[in-house]
C-alpha cells in the first residue's frame, strides 16, 4: 500500500494522463470541463465559486468538508501542474517527462518529521529593482527599509505586492495565541516556504483545516468590502494562507523541507 495519497492541481483538462502517468490524482480547478478522471471542488459543500480569490483553497475546503475521511494513506500532500516536490534534486529544469516522474516524490517513509515544505523563499533578495518599478513612492517615503535586507521581512514583502496593512488586519483577526506567534514570525522572518505547498501525516490535515479556513471566512468579512483587483489583491486569501503555512506547521510539527521544481506539465507534447 502507498504510504502517500498526492493530489496534484490544474486548471488544464489535457494534463489529465501526465498527472495519473505521474502517480498523482489529478484535480481540475477553475471553470473548465474534467473527465470523471479528475477531482474538483464543485460537488457537496462548496466554495468553488471562491476560487479567482481562494486559488487552491477552494479545494483543500472540498476535502475539509467531503472528502478528508477517504484518505486512507498515512501521509497526503498537494502539488501543482507546473511546481512538484522533488525527491531527488534536479540541476536543470531541461529534462524529459521520465526524469520528472523518476524525481518527484512517491512515497514518505520516515517518522522524523511531520511535513514536508518546499525550500524557503527569501524576500531579502528581492531585485530592489523590481521594487523601484513597482513601489517607487514607498521607497521615497522610507528607503532605508528597502535598502536595508535586514528590514525586508516577511511583513514588508507582503505589504509591498498584497497591499500595506492587509496582512496586520487580518491578523488580528486569529485567536490570541496564533495571533502573537504569526505577528511576531511576519516581522521578523525573511523567508517563506512558497507555493502553498505541502505533505503533511494525514491525521493533522483536519487540524489545519480547523485554523485556517475559520480565519480566512473573518477575513472575507472584512477584505470583501473592498475592491480585491490586480494579482497581488484578487488572490489575497491564498496568499494569506502561504504565509501562515509556513508559520502553522513550524509552529506545531517537525518539519522538512524539499526543493520544487517548476516545471510546467504543458511543455511536453501529450503522452
Known amino acids: 500500500m502507498k504510504s502517500l495519497t ?12 501526465k498527472i495519473i502517468d505521474l502517480n498523482y490524482i489529478p484535480v481540475g480547478l477553475g471553470s ?13 459543500d462548496s466554495i ?22 477517504n484518505i486512507k494513506t498515512e501521509w497526503v500532500g498537494f502539488c501543482q501542474y507546473r511546481k512538484f516536490f522533488l525527491d531527488n534534486k534536479i540541476n536543470s529544469k531541461n529534462i524529459n517527462f521520465d526524469e520528472l516522474k523518476e524525481a518527484v516524490i512517491q512515497e514518505v517513509d520516515n517518522d522524523n ?7 524557503k523563499f527569501s524576500v531579502e533578495n ?21 535598502l536595508s535586507k535586514k528590514k525586508r521581512t516577511i511583513k514588508f514583502h507582503f505589504d ?6 492587509n496582512l496586520d488586519t487580518a491578523i488580528n483577526l486569529l485567536d490570541e495565541k496564533n495571533k502573537v506567534s504569526f505577528n511576531n514570525f511576519v516581522n521578523i522572518e525573511t523567508s517563506f516556504n512558497p507555493h502553498n505547498m505541502f505533505i503533511c501525516k494525514t491525521k493533522y490535515l483536519r487540524h489545519y483545516y480547523e485554523i485556517i479556513f475559520p480565519w480566512l471566512e473573518k477575513c472575507e468579512v ?8 490586480g494579482y497581488g489583491l484578487k488572490r489575497i486569501y491564498g496568499f494569506l494562507a502561504e504565509r501562515f503555512l509556513s508559520y502553522w506547521f513550524k509552529n506545531n510539527f517537525r ?4 526543493p520544487i521544481i517548476v516545471k510546467d506539465l504543458s511543455d511536453y507534447n501529450p503522452l
Open 113 to 119: 518529521f511531520d511535513c514536508i515544505l518546499g525550500d
Open 160 to 165: 509591498l505586492f498584497h497591499g500595506k496593512g
Open 126 to 146: 528581492y531585485k530592489i529593482s523590481k521594487i523601484l518599478k513597482n513601489h517607487f513612492l514607498e521607497f521615497l517615503l522610507n528607503p532605508s527599509v528597502i
Open 6 to 17: 498526492m493530489f496534484c492541481l490544474t486548471l488544464d483538462s489535457s494534463h489529465e494522463k
Open 255 to 258: 518539519v522538512k523541507e524539499l
Open 222 to 229: 472584512i477584505f470583501g468590502k473592498k475592491k480585491l483587483e
Open 32 to 44: 473548465g470541463k474534467f473527465t470523471d478522471k479528475f477531482m474538483t471542488d464543485k460537488t457537496g
Open 48 to 69: 468553488h465559486e471562491k476560487n479567482s480569490h481562494y486559488g487552491e483553497y477552494t479545494f483543500h475546503y472540498w476535502i475539509w468538508k467531503n472528502y478528508i475521511n
